[in-house]
């Protein structure tokens, strides 16, 4: 079986059959509001130097925003909801002389093709013509889907490694390969995109609603779900207590939590589940990516591996979440196996209520 459907690789967040380009529509003015973030250690920042930041070699200009400005094209919605400057602790901690600068956006699918990752990147680019690029990026539990489905809104965190004395950011989005910036109108048949941040830290909120986001209908916990070929059951969600788990969440700010699942391979075909399939989502799109069960728990046994015809098993998943979360969704996507029943790919979604810390 495939380990993931394989689509065009189309730009880092969207995909489109129509050419059209993206054109701003609307300006939503939100209070500030505290940004949620997840990630890992720190890498250090290399920024590069570069007189002229944005360039269009096609002579295409590209499209200008600000923060909170709705951008729409055919088939995508998105809002860049504004950016703060993270707080270090001891496991999320820049290189001396630099700082960490959390960056977040939502987007919207709007078309009625689901679209996927590809070659697009998202670069913070400071007002002294300083680039920081993906490899500037701390590695995070938050990001942008394999896939994104009609209707489906994800909320996205990125933070970037930036020289501590960088300002007045901008975020740019493109199709940039060695540094330049193509205009390709079958990968990526979309202008480039600046939205400006300015110089002071500044975060809407991150929950206004954007047309055309369609709001997943939930399962509540323990009852049976069916996803493609696999049934699901969500027996408990639990803090992680007890346990000498692996110190790489930010102290203070995520802490663990653990979900007993039960899963059934339903086909006739000996079927792989593995534990990246499963992720926490919060109501506005943010996603809280999942743990092997001996990360945090090493007396557990995970849900991943092959599964026989008819084979259960139960076992661990373990998520970084916020450690004051709302209730949130346990989220199961089936993508990655064809079915015979359900050829599309598919995600399900639990609800999970708000523990008592």
């Known amino acids: ?36 973030f997840t990630t890992e250690a720190a890498q250090p920042a290399s920024p590069t130097s570069n007189n ?73 680019e400071d007002s002294d013509g300083h680039v920081y690029d993906q490899s500037d990026a701390v590695p995070s539990n938050s990001g942008i ?54 110089s002071e830290p500044s975060m809407g909120d991150a929950a206004i609603a954007i047309p055309g986001e369609v709001k997943p209908e939930a399962a509540p916990m323990e009852s049976s779900v069916a996803c493609g070929d696999w049934s699901m059951q969500v027996l408990n969600v639990f803090d992680q207590t ?14 663990f939590v653990l979900g007993e699942i039960t899963m059934t391979n339903q086909s006739a075909s000996t079927l792989s589940l593995y534990y990246e399939d499963f992720w926490m989502q919060d109501p506005t799109g943010l996603r809280f990516g999942p743990y092997p069960a001996q990360v945090v728990d090493m007396g557990s046994n995970g849900v991943d591996g092959s ?29 990655g196996q064809i079915s015979s029943t359900q050829p599309q790919a598919q995600k399900v979604y639990v609800s999970i209520p708000a523990l008592d810390r």
């Open 1 to 36: 079986m495939p380990r993931r459907a394989m689509f065009l690789p189309i730009g880092i967040c969207l995909f489109s059959l129509s050419c059209s380009l993206f054109s701003a529509t609307s300006v939503t003015s939100t209070p500030p509001t505290e940004p949620t």
């Open 52 to 124: 002229n930041p944005n360039p269009s070699p096609t002579g295409i200009e590209p499209i200008r925003a600000q923060i909170g400005e709705v951008i729409t094209d055919h088939t995508i919605r998105m809002v860049v909801h504004g950016w703060n400057i993270v707080t270090p602790s001891k496991n999320i901690l820049p290189k001396p002389g630099n700082k960490l600068v959390d960056v977040e956006f939502s987007i919207v699918n709007i078309g009625t093709e689901s679209f996927g990752n590809g070659y697009g990147e998202w670069r913070l």
């Open 145 to 198: 889907p394999e896939m994104l489905f009609p209707g489906e809104r994800v909320h996205v965190s990125e933070i970037y490694e930036v020289p501590e004395s960088s300002n007045g950011f901008i975020l740019d989005f493109g199709m940039w390969i060695n540094g330049i910036l193509e205009m390709n109108p079958i990968l990526f048949p979309f202008q480039e995109l600046l939205v400006e941040l300015g």
């Open 242 to 255: 007890g346990s000498n788990f692996m110190p790489i969440l930010p102290e203070g700010v995520l802490h």
């Open 307 to 335: 599964y026989a015809p008819g084979e259960q098993k139960t076992g661990i998943v373990g998520f970084g979440v916020p450690v004051d979360w709302s209730p949130m969704w346990l989220v199961f996507w089936c993508g």
